[in-house]
């Protein structure tokens, strides 16, 4: 065994593998959105969520769960908190009473002027301009098709 501890040539040497790389990367990206996100009273999927209400205006629970991939039992928690937190309001859907729809309320809409320099501030963090993120984003998006894809 020699010193060198990189091995291109080695298909399992950890510093190879893709599912490292993506672990790291989320774990240590999701490490500097903590402290802008907690004094906002959010963790991360919290925000992803509001992210979402922010776009949509209004999303049924199952809608919401298709945009996040996320399941209804790991969703539920999420807006109970948030509801709790009175940032959003669940209803019932006055179209269709089966469905949970989802608002956000004026509390919610004040903490969107706050999460408006969460991406530039993200990027200041991180080092990387607008263009590299961009790039990143479509690699990440072209890989998680392909995984999905795979997984049918």
Known sequence: MTGDLSNATDPLALENQVC???????????????????????????????????EHRKLSVKELGRLLELDPGTLSPLLKRLEGAELIRRERDSRDERLLALTVTPAGEA????AEKIPATIMERLGM??????????????VIAAASDGAA
Do not use: C, K
């Open 129 to 142: 301009n607008l263009d590299e993120l961009q790039d990143l984003h479509r690699t990440l998006t072209r």
């Open 111 to 114: 903490l969107r002027a706050q």
């Open 20 to 54: 490292f790389a993506l672990v790291v990367a989320s774990r240590t990206v999701l490490a500097h959105y903590r402290p802008i996100l907690e004094p906002m009273g959010l963790t991360h999927p919290q925000y992803l969520v509001m992210l979402a209400l922010w």
